[in-house]
C-alpha cells in the first residue's frame, strides 16, 4: 500500500511510554504548554445517585452552581452565568435524549433558570437535541450551551460534548469515517463557530462500554456521580475520557482499550485546533468527593 | 413538490407499487420519490417512454434479496399480551438509518444493511416495547450483525441464535436480525418481549446458512461469546483496533472471523478470500504496514511484549494478536493451516 496507515502497534508506542494501553494516543507525558493550557472543574458528590440509581435533583443543582462558581471565580453561579450571556443573547441549550442515558430533564430546567436570571427572555431559550436545524431559536442563536452525558459508543469509541454537536449538521455520516475522528471539524461550522460558552460532561453515570449499537447495559455504567465543566469541549472530553478508561481496566482487570479507540478528540486538537487534549496541559480542579475519583 | 393529491394520482393510476409507505408521482417525464414518512428523497427526470420507467421502477424497487415494506410489516403481530402496535411501523432503507439512530447506523450498513422496520408497542401502566427488525439483504450479514453484539448475556432459544440481558432480546434468523428491547425489566413485560420474539422468527420462518468458515474453526479454541464474523475492516477495528487502512483488503467477497482464544486471550483472526492470489496481496500488505520489522517467520514481539504474527495459506490469512509466548502462537497457526481446507 502506498499510504502509510497508522496501526495499533502506533498505539502501542505511545501508551507503553506512558504506562497506560489504550489512551488512544493522548500524551499524558508531554510537557504543559503555558501558552495552551486549559482548565476544567471536576466535581463529585457522593449522593447524588443513590445505590439505586436514583438521581437527587437538589444535590445536581447545588453540584452544578458550584462548578460554575469556580470554573469562572465568581461568588456564586449567577455571577458565572452573566459572565457567558448577555440579556440580548439568543441561546440554545444543546443536550442529549438518548433513551438509555439522557440529560437530565432537572439540570436542563436549571440552566433555562439561571439564564433567565440574567435577564434572557425565555422565547430566546430552547433545549433541544435532534431538531436542532429545524429548531428557530438555533437558528438565530448567539450562545450556545453544550450539556450530555458520558459514553462509550460503537463508531467513534465514546459520545462527549465533542459528538453531542454532530446534529449541527445535515448530514452526519460526512463526519463518521475513521471513527468520526473529524468531529472536531463540527466546531467550526457557521452555526456553532465562536458561540459555545459552556461545556457540561456527565459523569454521573457513565458507561463505559457497549456492546453494538445503541447497546446499554446498567452492568456497564457506575455511580461515578460527577460532573466537568469547561469551555474548551476537548479537554473536558479528555477528562472524561481518562476516567472511563480507567473504569474499564478495573472493570475488565486487563488494559482494555475504548473499542474502536477513541481518535476524534486527540484530532480536534492537533487537526482542528479548537482545544487541548493533552492532560498534562489541563488543569483539573477537583471538589467534592474524592473517593476513587481515577484521575 | 409533491403533495397528497400527487400521491392519491399515482396511486389512481394503478401503478404497481411494493413499497407500502411509498408512492411514485409522475407529472411530465419527472418521477418523484417521497415516503408517507419522509420528505420528497429524490426526484429525477426522464426522456424514455413512460411504460418503461414502470418497468424500471417496478424492478429497482423490489431487489429480489430484501424484503418489501408490507411484506416486512407482516413479521410482527398488531398485539401481543396486551400490548397493542401503538403507531404505524416506521421504515428506513439504506441510508435512511441515519434518520433512526446516528453514528451506530454505521455498524448496520457495514454488514450490507438494507431496510429496518421500528414498531413500538404499548400497553397501559405497562413499559414500552421497542421492535427493530434490520432485513441485512443476507443470512451471513444477518448473523454477523448478531455477533457484532454477542456477549452481552445469557443465550436463550429465539431464532438460530438469541441473547437476552437488561431488557433487549436480540437474535438472527434468516437474513434478518432483530432487537426486542424495554427500557425497564418485569415479569409481564419481559415475557411479553420473549413471545414477541418468537412470534417474529416464527414468521421469518426459514433459518438462513451460517458462513462456511465458521465450520474450519476450532470451537474449544475460543470463547464463543468473543466470536465476531465481518467483511469490512471498519467492524475489526470495533473489536480489535489493527489499522486505520484496510491492511487486510477486506471487502464484500471476504469473510472474517475474530475470535478471543481460551488459552491465554490472545486474538485469532482468521480470513477467507475469493483466492490465494489475493490471500497473498493481503498478507503482503499486512506484513509491511503491521510487521516491517518481523522476521522471515513473520513473527514479532510488539511493544505490549506480546507475540503477533500472520501466515497465509491457500485462500486463507491467519494472524494472532498479543500472544503470551512465541511458541504456543506458531503451534496454533500450524495447526489451523493443517485442518485448513
Known amino acids: ?295 | 413538490m409533491a403533495d397528497k393529491a400527487a400521491l392519491n394520482r399515482s396511486v389512481q393510476c394503478g401503478v404497481n407499487l411494493h413499497h407500502k409507505a411509498t408512492a411514485v408521482c409522475l407529472q411530465t417525464q419527472r418521477l418523484m420519490f417521497f415516503s408517507l414518512e419522509n420528505p420528497i428523497i429524490s426526484t429525477i427526470t426522464f426522456k424514455e417512454p413512460m411504460s418503461s420507467i414502470f418497468l424500471l421502477l417496478t424492478l429497482a424497487m423490489t431487489p429480489s434479496d430484501t424484503m418489501t415494506y408490507s411484506a416486512m410489516q407482516k413479521l410482527v403481530p398488531a398485539s401481543i399480551r396486551g400490548w397493542q402496535a401503538s403507531e404505524p411501523a416506521r421504515f428506513y432503507s439504506g441510508r435512511e438509518i441515519f434518520q433512526y439512530m446516528d453514528g451506530a447506523g454505521e455498524v448496520y450498513l457495514a454488514y450490507g444493511f438494507s431496510r429496518l422496520l421500528v414498531q413500538r408497542y404499548a400497553r397501559p401502566q405497562q413499559e414500552e416495547i421497542l421492535v427493530e427488525i434490520f432485513d441485512m439483504g443476507l443470512p451471513r450479514n444477518a448473523f454477523g450483525a448478531f455477533t457484532n453484539m454477542q456477549g452481552r448475556g445469557p443465550a436463550v432459544a429465539i431464532g438460530q441464535a438469541a441473547e437476552y440481558k437488561s431488557g433487549l432480546l436480540s437474535f438472527w434468523r434468516g437474513r434478518f436480525f432483530v432487537c426486542v428491547m424495554i427500557d425497564n425489566e418485569n415479569e409481564e413485560a419481559t415475557k411479553a418481549v420473549f413471545d414477541l420474539g418468537s412470534r417474529i422468527a416464527e414468521s421469518i420462518g426459514d433459518d438462513g446458512p451460517i458462513p462456511s468458515l465458521l465450520h474450519v474453526l476450532p470451537q474449544e479454541l475460543f470463547e464463543l461469546q468473543t466470536l465476531r464474523y465481518f467483511f469490512r475492516h471498519e467492524i475489526l477495528n470495533i473489536h480489535f483496533y489493527v489499522a486505520d487502512k484496510n491492511i487486510f483488503r477486506l471487502n464484500e467477497s471476504t469473510d472474517a472471523v475474530l475470535v478471543r482464544l481460551k488459552s491465554d486471550k490472545s486474538h485469532l483472526l482468521l480470513i477467507q478470500y475469493p483466492s490465494s492470489k489475493e490471500a497473498a496481496a493481503a498478507y503482503a500488505d499486512f506484513t509491511a504496514s503491521y510487521l516491517p520489522d518481523a522476521r522471515a517467520e513473520g513473527w514479532i514481539q510488539t511493544e505490549n511484549k506480546k507475540w503477533t504474527g500472520c501466515s497465509v495459506h491457500q485462500k486463507y490469512v491467519l494472524a494472532v494478536f498479543d500472544a503470551v509466548t512465541l511458541a504456543d502462537a506458531q503451534n496454533l497457526l500450524a495447526t489451523l493451516q493443517r485442518i485448513l481446507p
Not at chain 1, 496501526?7 to 489504550?22: K, N, P
Request: aromatic share 8%; charged share 25%.
Open chain 1, 1 to 295: 500500500m502506498s499510504e502509510s496507515s497508522m496501526t495499533r502497534r502506533d498505539f502501542l508506542r505511545t501508551t507503553a511510554a506512558a504506562a497506560v494501553v489504550g489512551t488512544a494516543g493522548i500524551s499524558l507525558l508531554a510537557q504543559p504548554d503555558a501558552q495552551k493550557k486549559a482548565n476544567v472543574v471536576l466535581i463529585r458528590h457522593q449522593h447524588v445517585v443513590d445505590s439505586e440509581g436514583k438521581l437527587n435533583p437538589k444535590i445536581l443543582e447545588e453540584m452544578f452552581d458550584e462548578s460554575m462558581a469556580t470554573f469562572f471565580r465568581t461568588k456564586n453561579a449567577g455571577d458565572a452565568w452573566k459572565k457567558i450571556v448577555k440579556p440580548g443573547d439568543v441561546v440554545g441549550i444543546k443536550t442529549n435524549v438518548w433513551r438509555y442515558l439522557r440529560t437530565p430533564l432537572e439540570l436542563e430546567q436549571v440552566m433555562k433558570t439561571r439564564i433567565m436570571a440574567v435577564g434572557v427572555q425565555e422565547k430566546d431559550i430552547a433545549i433541544d437535541d435532534r431538531g436542532i436545524l429545524s429548531n428557530p431559536v438555533f437558528a438565530r442563536a448567539t450562545a450556545l450551551i453544550n450539556v450530555r452525558p458520558m459514553r462509550a459508543h460503537n463508531w467513534s469509541g465514546v459520545g462527549g460534548c465533542l459528538k453531542n454537536y454532530i446534529m449541527f449538521t445535515p448530514n452526519p455520516p460526512d463526519y463518521h469515517p475513521d471513527s468520526c475522528i473529524d468531529l472536531g471539524a463540527l466546531w467550526k461550522l457557521p452555526a456553532v463557530e465562536g458561540k459555545t460558552r459552556l461545556n457540561v460532561l456527565l459523569m454521573l453515570t457513565p458507561q463505559f462500554h457497549c456492546l453494538g449499537p445503541h447497546h446499554f447495559d446498567k452492568q456497564f455504567t457506575w455511580a461515578y456521580n460527577g460532573i466537568i465543566v469547561g469551555t474548551d469541549p476537548v479537554a473536558v472530553d479528555a477528562v472524561g475520557l481518562k476516567i472511563i478508561e480507567a473504569q474499564r481496566k478495573l472493570f475488565f482487570k486487563e488494559d482494555s482499550p475504548m473499542r474502536p479507540p477513541v481518535r476524534h478528540i486527540k484530532a480536534a486538537e492537533e487537526k482542528h485546533g479548537i482545544g487541548i487534549a493533552n492532560l498534562a496541559a489541563i488543569e483539573i480542579v477537583r471538589l467534592g468527593w474524592k473517593e476513587d475519583s481515577l484521575i
